[in-house]
C-alpha cells in the first residue's frame, strides 16, 4: 500500500510539472518566439483535470477533505462509527455512479479527437471515472478499517 500511495504522489507531481512545463512553453512561445504553440493550452487543460480529480483523491486519503464534525464527536463511540460508515458507504455508492457514468462518457468521446494534440477526448473525460474508481476503494477500505477497528477519536475520520 506504502508503494501505491508513493505512486500517486508522483503521478501528481509528474502531472503538475507536465502542467507547468506546457503553461512556460506557452508563455515563451506567444512572448519571445516567432512561432506560437497551439498544444499548450490544451494539455495545460488535460493536466489540470487530472490534477483536480486526482487530487481530490488525495486529498481524501491524507483527511484533508472538509468535514464538519462538531456534533458527531461529541457522540459515544459505537453511533461515531454508525455515521462514519453510512457516510464513506454514501460516498462509495456516489463514486460508483460517477465512475460508472464517468466511463460510459469517456468511451462515448473515444473517437472524438482533441483540436490542437489531436489525441483522443477519453484522456480529458477518463480523469473523472479513475479518480472516482480510487475513491471508492478508499471508503470501501476505510469502512472495512472502521467495522474491523472502530473509529479513532480524531475528527478527521469521522466524516469521508
Known amino acids: 500500500m506504502r508503494i501505491?500511495?508513493?505512486?500517486?504522489?508522483?503521478?501528481?507531481i509528474a502531472l503538475f510539472t507536465l502542467a507547468l512545463s506546457a503553461l512556460t512553453a506557452q508563455l515563451l512561445s506567444r512572448y519571445l518566439l516567432p512561432v506560437q504553440f497551439p498544444w499548450t493550452?490544451?494539455?495545460?487543460?488535460?493536466?489540470?483535470?487530472?490534477?483536480?480529480?486526482f487530487g481530490a483523491a488525495y486529498a481524501m486519503r491524507t483527511g484533508g477533505l472538509i468535514a464538519v464534525t462538531m456534533l458527531?464527536?461529541?457522540?459515544?463511540?459505537?453511533?461515531?462509527?454508525?455515521?462514519?460508515?453510512a457516510m464513506h458507504l454514501a460516498g462509495a455508492v456516489f463514486f460508483a455512479v460517477v465512475a460508472w457514468t464517468g466511463t460510459t462518457v469517456a468511451m462515448k468521446v473515444a473517437n472524438l479527437p482533441t483540436?490542437?494534440?489531436?489525441?483522443s477526448s477519453t484522456w480529458e473525460y477518463a480523469a473523472v471515472p479513475a479518480a472516482s474508481a480510487l475513491m471508492l476503494v478508499r471508503s470501501l477500505g476505510a469502512i472495512r478499517s472502521i467495522w474491523r477497528d472502530g473509529l479513532p477519536r480524531r475528527g478527521v475520520e469521522t466524516m469521508i
Open 72 to 85: 458527531v464527536d461529541a457522540l459515544p463511540d459505537r453511533p461515531r462509527a454508525a455515521i462514519a460508515i
Open 4 to 12: 501505491f500511495n508513493r505512486l500517486e504522489e508522483v503521478f501528481l
Open 115 to 119: 483540436i490542437a494534440m489531436g489525441v
Open 41 to 53: 493550452e490544451e494539455l495545460a487543460r488535460l493536466t489540470f483535470t487530472w490534477i483536480v480529480f
